[in-house]
């Protein structure tokens, strides 16, 4: 029978389950992200409210926000209700776009550049697997995280997104508007 060392356990990377989601009324409009972290007997909630944001910008958010969280590098499971936070992740579209000096196949430029280029670095850091699930479908970690980021959303003392609102003060078109 072969044994692991101390010094081996030790380096072995955690694993940790992270679930996300993201909410807006309007959108754009107020918003919130929810975040639970779990890692076997652990469990931690993560929300915030925005003042003017859009849902796939809090759903981006919310995967940056559990990541973030993390002190070492690890292994996640990631799993969302926002097929455009998981199809740009596992189908390459986010490094398709980086790669282009951050264009989409005609030239224009892909929504939400700063909040990816948050999520990226985060993904290299920790070796994430993301997953798609079915919104409002009994799932008790998306649901939670569903009435995490609605709380938030209708909670006292929203946060500033900076970079939308940037986008919105300087007359951004209404794709970009709704991003």
């Keep these: 029978m072969k044994t692991i060392s101390k010094s081996r356990r030790s380096t072995e990377p955690k694993r940790f389950t992270i679930y996300t989601d993201g909410a807006c009324e309007p959108n754009p409009g107020r918003g919130g992200y929810g ?28 995967a940056i926000v559990g990541l ?28 398709a776009w980086k790669a282009k000096d951050w264009r989409k196949k005609h030239g224009k430029k892909p ?24 919104g ?12 995490l980021s609605y709380i938030a959303l209708e909670g006292e003392n929203p946060l500033a997104d900076e970079e939308y609102e940037k986008i919105m ?11």
């Design 68 to 95: 973030k969280e993390l002190k070492e590098p690890s292994i996640v499971t990631l799993y969302s209700d926002s097929s455009y936070l998981v199809n740009a992740m596992t189908k390459g579209w986010v490094h």
């Design 111 to 134: 929504k939400n550049v700063d909040l990816w280029q948050r999520l990226l670095p985060l993904c290299e850091q920790h070796e994430v697997n993301f997953i798609w699930v079915r």
């Design 35 to 62: 975040v639970v972290l779990l890692s076997g007997s652990t469990r931690k909630e993560l929300s915030a409210g925005y003042q003017l944001t859009t849902n796939n910008r809090m759903e981006i958010m919310a």
């Design 136 to 147: 409002h479908s009994g799932d008790p970690e998306n649901e939670r995280c569903d009435f």
């Design 169 to 179: 003060q300087y007359g951004g078109n209404k794709s970009e508007k709704t991003r």
